[in-house]
């Protein structure tokens, strides 16, 4: 039951009354080892700020993250470096993570002496490289003594999963990892982190606004919409068979590169302000299904087949929602 509310007030210009930012409402999910997760949202959905409420980088508002069943309460150094060491956040432009007049070496050995303190200098920089390699970033003398602007955004996002390794995670939480990077070498940080997934188990949340990206690299696929989750379910099923508007929405404006058609991009509106988000389902004054319980009733969760859910009306055990579900399916 994650949930954050940050309070502004007034704009940028004017004071004004106090108001809540609903950034993140009541999401829940579970992460497993050895699995990815894909958290899929167009920007200001909230699905960045909840991978950083899973790290612990702010308090919650409400809600908790649990570790292994156990409520994770970070105040203050050794509870927070616990949770440092398990859950690593890996953010989506590499050049903004990096301290720009640190050399690799540098940047890599601070992250090495924090979590293995005990090792001495020349085992510390055989950890390094080791980590290096891990990232197939050989050989290591190659990159150690580069400075971040040296080096493409796929090596430095290699270098940033590799500090990430240092921690010995069994979590790591990927905002937008391949977002910023060259179309040509998404592909192969994709399959350094499914590697990573595999052989050493950890859970991964892929956290994209690229829905079709979400089909071909995670097992399970959540979908986000104005700070709420609306859909979730094997990816397989989310994508090939979606059931939410919202869901089939980011499916068919996402660019399909089996069509060489030059047409522009679909125009699908813009998600709601998270001051004050719609009343009932948050979706409704985009939805092309919309019903008049949308607009005052949030909807509840609705179970589906093959281990699918989704938050909409649509499919109530109704007359009204069936003929709704059929307009749908046509
Ligand atoms: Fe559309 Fe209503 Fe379903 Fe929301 S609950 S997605 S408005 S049909
Ligand atoms: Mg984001």
Known sequence: HVTKHFAVRGSLFRRGPRRVVHAVDDVS????????????????????????????????????VRYRGTAVRVRGGKALRAHVSRVQLILQDPFGSFNPVATIARTLSRAV????????????????????????????????????HELSGGQLQRISIARALAANPDVFLADEPVSSLDVSIRLGVLNLLRRLVEDRGVALLYVTHDIASARYFAEDTTVMYAGQLVEAG???????????????????????????????????????????????????????????????????????ENGQWANCWLYADDAEAAEGRAENAA
Do not use: W
């Open 29 to 64: 999910l579970s992460l497993h080892a050895g699995r990815i997760m894909a958290l899929v949202g167009e920007s200001g959905s909230g699905k960045s700020t909840f991978a950083r409420l899973l790290a612990q980088l702010y308090p919650l508002t409400g809600g908790e």
């Open 234 to 304: 094997p990816s397989e099923q989310v994508t090939q068979n979606a059931a939410h508007p919202y869901t089939q929405l980011l499916i068919s404006s996402a660019p399909d590169p089996s069509r060489d058609d030059d047409a522009a991009p679909r125009d699908i509106g813009q998600p709601p302000s998270l001051i004050d988000p719609p009343a009932g389902c948050r979706f409704h004054p985009r939805c092309p299904f919309a019903m008049e319980r949308c607009a005052t009733q949030a909807p509840p969760r609705f179970e589906l």
């Open 113 to 148: 002496r924090i979590h293995h303190p005990a090792k001495t200098a020349r085992e510390q920089k055989a950890v390094i490289e080791d980590l290096l390699a891990q990232v197939n970033l050989r050989p290591a003398r190659q990159f150690t003594e580069k400075f971040p």
